[in-house]
């Protein structure tokens, strides 16, 4: 997946990102998907989405254990960052994702 794509694909479950990507508000790169899950972090401590099983959805979807660079950026930039006990997102993971943010929360 391009990073345009996972914009356009984190813009459909948290709208605004999109902006906020292309903005100056963060202090990451968008130019790798690490940098936009990174970003995405960043944006969604700063707005909370409405719903976070739609977020889990998709992060659900994209992260298995097969080592592969989405999959990657999605654990290490966005589930490890948000990781804490209780957190809203953690009763919709399921699957690698579940067993990643068990491990880090």
């Known amino acids: 997946m391009k990073e345009t794509d996972l914009i356009t694909r984190l813009e459909g479950i ?11 508000q963060h202090d990451y790169s968008i130019d ?5 899950f990174c970003s995405y ?3 969604v401590r700063e707005y909370p989405p409405d719903n976070w099983a739609a977020v889990a959805s998709f992060v659900n979807s994209i992260v298995d254990a097969s080592e592969s660079q ?4 999605a654990c290490t930039c966005f589930l490890e960052n948000i990781a804490e006990p209780n957190h809203p997102i953690e009763c919709h993971l399921a699957g690698f994702a579940k067993s990643f943010w068990e491990a880090w929360a």
């Open 32 to 36: 790798s998907i690490h940098g936009v």
């Open 14 to 24: 948290s709208p605004g990102f999109a902006t906020y990507a292309h903005s100056a």
């Open 41 to 43: 972090t960043e944006y």
């Open 70 to 73: 989405l999959s990657n950026a």
